[in-house]
């Protein structure tokens, strides 16, 4: 590691966001920000939500999964093109149809102005624990590169400059902003990740590449018989994956509200498909990264290596192998942090309007301004919750997602109601949407059949049946039900 990688780090991090700014143009009003106009191309948008649900958190652990479990995460990307698809020809027409900005105020036309709030606090939240995990995988190769080279600096204060470079363009350039940085940083990404495959595989040996092409890391799925505990056996990762995408794209503001920036419901739905094909060749691309790494360290376990836990491994590659300049460009990219922040934004605007136009009277700022300091305040509460994360341990991307899923079955169930039942009504619906979040995260936390924990793919579906038999169960008993 040399300085080399340090200047490329400094010079990319301030390069984004002019480049981000100027492909953005100006923000006149609160709808460009949080919108974009509507007006983005679908390319742009499906490279934006393939960086936005992958971003540092992916790239930093996904080689670690694979070196021990091989193409898994492949498997899972066949169940997410279903999701999409059923979430494009299902959900999308009726959020275009009803112009929402929020896709919570889609909730809020079906069942009213409480259930709207509570799913979307419920959103915020989920952003914050989710989101404080992808802050500090993202820190993870910044921080190897300072300590190769003897720099002492906290973990603290390296998410606060990630931080604050990533406002300067949020705050400037909107969600217009956030779309393209995301696609830039997509592209240096994935050419970072091929170079790596390239590198590794003209390193390997012929006896290493034999071994590889003839072991069992290249099966998309699991054999097991435990089909609830495991999330990468072929069901889990299809149905339950599935299920998941249609939660994560069709009803979580961080991805739907770009997907809503399109030109046209043909566009969204176009970027919607092509950001799952593309998802999974990204998998393939970190995963043959883990499994090149796995033959050259001649099948080692990772304690044999020095590694504590799976995310150390890619970090340390990019430390230790890389050649200069290489290993500072994969470093280099600040995740989905900027989408995160527009997208907390946004909801809280647009889901608690009334509360917001009087803090902004009391202040005396417009509701443009009050919104980029609505940003800052996110900002600073997922730093405060990255730190919390940074003594967790395990791969950082499976905790993110089981964090994710345990809100994503409730919320899915509440918007396949409202899409497709017109008896069920919001005083039904908002306490059967409280118990189930109660279940699925009482499930995740506490119920542990032969010593496992539920697999996170299953815990999106577990939510949907239990927040639909709560919504019958209070329609049958309700009065006048």
């Not at 981000?20 to 609160?30: E, H, P």
């Not at 990762?237 to 069709?250: C, L, R, T, Y």
């Not at 200069?324 to 527009?342: E, F, V, Y």
Request: proline share 4%.
């Amino acid at each position: 590691m040399s300085a080399i990688d340090l200047s490329i780090i400094c010079l990319y991090c301030l390069a984004l966001p002019g480049i981000a700014y100027a492909l953005s143009g100006r923000q006149d009003s609160v709808s460009a920000y949080l919108g974009g106009r509507h007006d983005l191309p679908w390319w742009v948008i499906c490279l934006s939500l393939v960086a936005t649900e992958t971003s540092t958190l992916t790239i930093i652990s996904i080689p670690g999964m694979a070196y021990g479990s091989g193409m898994v995460f492949v498997g899972l990307a066949v169940g997410y093109v279903i999701g999409r698809a059923l979430v494009a020809w299902l959900f999308l027409p009726h959020y275009f149809s009803g112009h929402v900005g929020s896709v919570y105020q889609y909730l809020g036309q079906r069942f009213g102005a409480g259930m709207e709030r509570t799913v979307s606090l419920t959103f915020l939240v989920m952003r914050v624990l989710a989101e404080g995990i992808r802050l500090f995988a993202g820190m993870l190769p910044v921080a190897a590169i300072l300590s190769a080279l003897h720099w002492v600096v906290p973990q603290w204060g390296i998410m606060l400059v990630i931080v604050g470079l990533t406002l300067l363009y949020t705050m400037a350039g909107g969600l217009r902003a956030v779309v393209w940085s995301d696609a830039l940083q997509l592209a240096v990404y994935a050419a970072g990740a091929l170079a790596c495959v390239a590198l590794l595989y003209h390193q390997a040996t012929d006896q290493q590449i034999y071994m590889l092409r003839h072991s069992s890391r290249f099966h998309l799925f699991h054999r097991s018989t435990l089909y609830f505990l495991d999330p990468y056996t072929p069901c889990a990762a299809m149905i339950g994956g599935a299920i998941m995408s249609m939660a994560s794209h069709g009803t979580d503001q961080l991805l739907v509200q770009r997907v809503l920036a399109a030109r046209t419901l043909g566009d969204a739905r176009k970027a919607l498909v092509g950001s799952g094909i593309m998802v999974g060749c990204l998998f393939a691309l970190l995963s043959l990264v883990g499994m090149l790494l796995w033959a050259r360290n001649d099948e080692r376990p990772l304690s044999a290596l020095g590694l504590s836990t799976s995310d150390a491994l890619f970090p340390d590659f990019i430390v230790h192998d890389l050649p200069p300049g290489l290993a500072g460009l994969l470093s280099a990219t600040m995740g989905s942090l900027s989408a995160t922040l527009n997208a907390m934004a946004s909801a809280t605007l647009l889901d608690f309007a009334a509360p917001c136009r009087v803090a902004a009277r009391y202040l005396r700022v417009s509701l443009l301004v009050f919104a980029r300091l609505v940003t800052v305040l996110w900002a600073v509460v997922l730093v405060v919750a990255a730190l919390v994360f940074a003594n967790s341990h395990g791969p950082a991307v499976v905790f993110g997602l089981s964090v994710a899923s345990c809100s994503y079955g409730a919320m899915l169930g509440a918007f396949v109601l409202a899409l497709f039942s017109t008896r069920i009504r919001g005083r039904e619906v908002l306490p059967a949407f409280l118990i189930t979040l109660g279940v699925v995260c009482g499930a995740m936390l506490f119920w542990r059949p032969h010593g496992h924990a539920i697999a996170f793919t299953w815990l999106v579906p577990l939510g949907v049946i239990v927040m639909s038999l709560c919504t019958l169960l209070a329609r049958r008993f309700a009065p006048g039900g």
